[in-house]
């Protein structure tokens, strides 16, 4: 989906301002999860200008890859911390997707409000951010079906039953919520 910005710019020599065209490309699987909270897979330099309207504080990457050097070097210059839990959690290649381990350390980025604006990634934006969304809606007390959906509108045509047995299994008790954690998080415990 490309979406038109129309932003004033002066044209040189002429003493008037004029529309110059810019466009908005979200990145691939691209999400809204709760106020000042998104997700998607890793972005491209085709979805840099809309992802400077966000104004992100962190971007916390859950695969085991890293993002492209040029996505790197947008977060550092647009001031956007990237936190590579991901990388940090893998012990081998054939490793789950997912691990309580990672959600345990994304959660704690995820409930702290101090981070946010706050984008979750993945290389596919379907499975690892998935299973950390449904995550998050375990948390939030949403029913198993409603998560799923959700998860599946993501990751089709490939929905993992592996990552929904994570999501079904996944024991909250192991997230400790912030004392002050955000508005929306607060306002459904």
């Not at 990634?121 to 998560?147: D, E, P």
């Not at 039953?161 to 400790?176: G, H, K, M, N």
Request: glycine share 6%.
């Amino acid at each position: 989906t490309v979406w038109p910005l129309f932003q004033m710019a002066s044209r040189p020599g002429l003493g008037v301002d004029a529309y110059q065209e810019l466009e908005w490309v979200p990145p691939d699987k691209f999400g809204h999860v709760e106020m000042q909270v998104f997700r998607s897979a890793f972005p491209t330099p085709a979805s840099f200008e809309y992802l400077k309207l966000l104004g992100l504080r962190t971007v916390i990457n859950l695969s085991q890859e890293l993002p492209m050097r040029a996505v790197i070097s947008f977060f550092e210059e647009a001031g956007a911390e990237l936190s590579n839990i991901g990388l940090r959690v893998w012990t081998h290649p054939r490793c789950a997707s997912i691990s309580q381990e990672l959600v345990k350390n994304a959660m704690s980025l995820l409930l702290d409000r101090a981070a946010h604006p706050l984008l979750l990634i993945s290389a596919s934006g379907s499975h690892q951010v998935g299973a950390m969304v449904g995550c998050l809606r375990r948390l939030q007390g949403w029913n198993l079906v409603s998560i799923f959906e959700e998860y599946r509108s993501y990751a089709t045509p490939s929905p993992r039953l592996a990552v929904e047995q994570f999501i079904e299994l996944f024991d909250a008790d192991v997230v400790s919520v912030p004392p002050s954690p955000p508005a929306w998080f607060a306002a459904q415990q």
